[in-house]
């Protein structure tokens, strides 16, 4: 087995999702290089290089990979996947973005989002939302695969892998970055944060999400929303979590005012401990909860944030 | 502007989905199908772009069963002139309908390719991806925004953490992702038109594709359940279970 990693970066820091998808890669085996494709990335690469498992870091490091744009990335991926028998990224934009058409140019299947690797050609990955589970066979030579961050853990980093220059450059002159607008936040990222707190319709409009900030602030959480509020306009879409928003398993999840449509779930259930506060006992959401809160919202969320 | 755009038969979202007893799939008989959300949202966008004037015309395709046929018309009432259906009993993986794509985009020369972001049957994501790397055209995926400025769009995608911005040179290929528009509803009138515009049927064979088997369903099993837990009474119960028996604050 010969894997390669595509590594998920801004130029200056490793994102996590690169730990969980070396041990996805870990898991097939043994022989795992990460390729760092950036610009000026030398400070993301060493730190690829303390990743506890890799052997070798590929760094491709040019202008023309500063924003990884799917056109100047594939050709480089594609030379670089000669002799690899496993391609993986994690299942994050950035990931999605690239891989299947490196799998296409190789002319090979993509298996997207796998959540458990059973050997080198087999493996478990949640269609329908996560209301079904597939196990799937790769019959091709080269597996391409995206990787579930939150189904595997993070990477130790206490390694010592060699640095690589790789030199081929790939403009490919179709594409080009114009600007960027990151939500700017204190808070941790949705998708790497330990404890999120959520709201839903529930939360009346947008303003009232500043009760759950205040818990947020507390706790050290990232702030997410259900699609119905994003949808109702009351928070931003990279906020949502869900079927088609982001998939997180943080240690404690807590939903408010969030009555848990499939949806939702599917975004969030693999969270470790799952507190629901809701006014009507009846919503879907208690039946997956751990600790379920029959209460308004507007008079529970300040008090939680009182007694924290 | 030729725009084309792609839409699949999928499961109702609303439907529960039941995996079959014996492990080979999900249950698909007399449950409810539709256009897959992401889809109705490409076919939305194209029609917006004909009444902004930049398309001249929108051509709807899909592929799979003969029963697609109901989804394309369904397109052709929210607005597209006409349609293809690659019909084919086989499954379709979405290398097999990327490469089938990459031989319609041949003929008809679009100056957009809109397809959905993934289908809410086997999540991939895969397909408007694997057409730009097979076509060499450029991708703006899980697109919120496009706006085509003479011979390059721009196109705002949600990103992970936010959104960013491309320059795209045409012709493109965009996926769409939930806030790129509301798609809006067919009228009766534009129904009954619908049912006289032109659907043309292909086979796989004809557009010189062969369908290759990449990958192999072993099985589907039913997601692990996750059990309800304990009612609290007040939010002083609520932290003291959170601190002292669940451990995580």
């Known amino acids: ?308 | 502007m030729k725009v084309l755009v792609t839409v699949k038969r999928v499961i109702d979202y609303n439907v529960k989905v039941r995996v079959k007893s014996d492990n080979s799939g999900v249950d698909l008989s007399n449950v409810k199908m539709a256009m897959n959300p992401f889809c109705e949202i490409a076919v939305e966008e194209a029609i917006r772009l004909k009444e902004a004037g930049i398309a001249t015309e929108v051509v709807v395709v899909s592929l799979g069963v003969k029963a697609c046929q109901e989804q394309l018309r369904t397109a052709l009432a929210l607005g597209a002139d006409r349609a293809i259906l690659v019909e084919t009993e086989q499954e379709l993986e979405s290398l097999n309908v990327a490469k089938l794509l990459a031989k319609i985009i041949e003929e008809e020369q679009p100056g957009m390719v809109i397809l959905g972001k993934q289908a809410i049957d086997t999540d991939n994501n895969q397909t408007g991806q694997m057409l730009a790397a097979l076509t060499g055209m450029a991708q703006g995926t899980f697109a919120s925004k496009i706006e085509v400025q003479g011979d390059k769009a721009l196109v705002t995608r949600e990103v992970d953490g936010g959104l960013q911005t491309i320059e795209l040179s045409m012709p493109i290929i965009a996926t769409t992702d939930l806030r790129l528009n509301e798609p809006r509803y067919a009228s009766l009138p534009n129904i009954m038109k619908a049912k006289r515009k032109p659907l043309v049927v292909k086979t796989p064979e004809e557009l010189g594709v062969s369908i290759k088997e990449h990958t192999k369903l072993i099985a589907v099993t039913p997601p692990p359940e996750r059990k309800g837990g304990i009612k609290v009474a007040n939010v002083a119960e609520l932290v003291e279970k959170l601190k002292n028996e669940a451990k995580v604050i």
Do not use: W
């Not at chain 1, 991926?77 to 973005?97: D, F, Q, R």
């Not at chain 1, 939903?255 to 939702?264: D, E, K, L």
């Open chain 1, 1 to 308: 087995m010969s894997i390669l990693v595509i590594a998920e970066h801004d130029n200056e820091s490793l994102k996590s999702a690169t730990l969980n998808t070396v041990t996805a890669a870990l898991a097939i085996g043994a022989d795992v290089s990460v390729l760092v494709a950036g610009s000026q990335c030398q400070s993301v690469a060493e730190a690829v290089a303390k990743i506890s498992g890799v052997t070798t870091v590929l760094v491709a490091d040019n202008a023309a990979y500063e924003h990884q744009l799917a056109e100047n990335m594939l050709p480089l991926i594609v030379e670089l996947a000669a002799g690899k028998t496993h391609l993986l990224a994690p299942a994050t934009t950035s990931g999605k973005n690239i891989m299947p058409g490196v799998a296409a140019l190789l002319d090979v299947a993509q298996i997207s989002e796998i959540i458990r690797v059973e050997s080198v050609d087999v493996f478990e990955r949640p269609i329908y939302a996560g209301n079904a589970i597939a196990k799937v066979q790769s019959l091709d030579a080269v597996k391409v695969l995206t990787v579930r961050t939150t189904a595997f853990d993070e990477a130790a980093q206490e390694g010592s892998a060699s640095i690589e220059v790789v030199a081929s450059v790939c403009d490919a002159g179709k594409s080009r970055f114009v600007s960027e607008q990151v939500a700017e936040s204190e808070r941790p990222e949705l998708t790497s944060a330990k404890i999120i707190i959520s709201g839903g319709r529930g939360m009346g409009n947008g303003e009232n999400f500043k009760i759950l900030e205040a818990v947020a602030d507390k706790l050290g959480a990232a702030v997410g929303a259900s699609r119905a509020a994003v949808d109702a306009g009351f928070v931003s879409n990279d906020m949502q979590v869900g079927q088609t928003g982001k998939i997180v398993a943080p240690d404690l999840y807590i939903a408010v005012g969030i009555s848990g449509a499939i949806q939702h779930l599917a975004g969030m259930k693999d969270s470790k401990v799952i507190v629901a506060i809701n006014k009507d006992e009846e919503a879907p959401i208690f039946s997956i909860a751990d600790y379920g809160l029959v209460a308004d919202l507007f008079e529970a969320v300040p008090e939680l944030t009182e007694l924290l």
